[in-house]
Nanobody
Framework: VQLQAFGGGLVQAGGSLRLSCAAS????????LGWFRQAPGKEREFVAA????????NYAESVKGRFTISRDNTKNTMYLQMNSLKPEDTAVYYC???????????????????WGQGTQVTVSS
């Protein structure tokens, strides 16, 4: 399985961006997808996660109400709609794949099996 994230860019504070993450290869039907981000000099942090059916989604407190995670299983693609962006959202955003769901929160990097290459999001003030 390979992941490719795209859709990052430069946006002014208050603006919006939509990130996409496409999974290719031999995915399994129950895989979980997540978004993480890493700002310069900081540790990678959880942003959002979604299970196969989208019945379970989880968000970091810092993005609740502003970001929306979704997926299209017919396209093996996950999305992150980011609204009301703030300068502190500036980071490289990574998508992550977990082969099997297990009822966890999927909010830690160690819960994922592989990662995409990241896409830069820069929010100017």
């Amino acid at each position: 399985v390979q992941l490719q994230a795209f859709g990052g860019g430069l946006v002014q504070a208050g603006g919006s961006l939509r990130l996409s993450c496409a999974a290719s290869g031999r995915t399994v039907s129950t895989y979980v997808l997540g978004w993480f981000r890493q700002a310069p000099g900081k540790e990678r942090e959880f942003v959002a996660a979604i299970n196969w059916s989208a019945a379970y989604v989880n968000y970091a407190e810092s993005v609740k109400g502003r970001f929306t995670i979704s997926r299209d299983n017919t396209k093996n693609t996950m999305y992150l709609q980011m609204n009301s962006l703030k300068p502190e959202d500036t980071a490289v955003y990574y998508c992550a794949y977990r082969q099997r769901s297990y009822g966890g929160t999927y909010s830690t990097a160690g819960e994922y099996d592989l990662w995409g290459q990241g896409t830069q999001v820069t929010v100017s003030s």
